[in-house]
């Protein structure tokens, strides 16, 4: 859990910093400070998509993925969080604080870095991958607070949960979580972050559920464990 600390106050600094900021800065620098860092957003998200060589499993994830976000209605329930949340800090900035909490929560919380990271740290005392990414996340918690809010310090509470769980989890997943597989959820997580710089910029006249899509990033796992359970059954016959 040191690492994941790490991250967590990283991007509390990095945040709290951007407050500093906050409505401080004129608007037309705020939006051309994001405009440009959606791109980054978006070239980032491509370049991980790229790393993939399944595609079949990928589209099939993002739709059973939909299927259970619109089942569970997720973004629904997010949205009642995030209203919860806003009363508790009195804010009224209500657009901006939904934005940037989930957007920063999805941006912290996706990608190999907070899944490899986590394991390494538990398994081989190895924190090199947290701290790249402790500095990574301060300096994006920066720039999205200083147009966002104080949202953006809340996902340090989404990250602290994510990654601590993956860590308690670490020796009992350290066999199951192939590197194909934490390659499938990266590129389903980059998928995703893909669709938060085009919702940031605002490149699509309805803008991407990326809430409801979230499940997709974990039926690599099923599909990890259906091929063990095939593999174990051949074996038998």
Known sequence: MYGTIINVIAILIGGAIGLMFHKKTPKIIGDRIMEGFSLFVIVVGISGAMEGDNPILYIFSIMIGAIIGEVLNLDRKLNDFTHFLKDKMKTKDEDNFKEGFISTTILFCIGAMSIVGPFDAVLKNDFDILYIKSALDGVTAFIFASSFGISVLL????????????????????????????????????????????????????????????????????????????????GII
């Open 155 to 234: 996902s340090a509470g989404s990250v602290l949960i994510y990654q601590g769980v993956i860590s308690l989890l670490a020796t009992f997943l350290k066999d199951y979580l192939t590197t194909d597989i934490i390659t499938s959820m990266s590129v389903i997580g980059s998928l995703l972050i893909v669709a938060i710089g085009i919702n940031m910029l605002n490149l699509s006249k309805k803008k991407i559920n990326v809430v409801n899509l979230l499940p997709g990033v974990f039926v690599p796992i099923l599909y990890g464990g259906i091929i063990l359970l095939i593999n174990y059954f051949k």
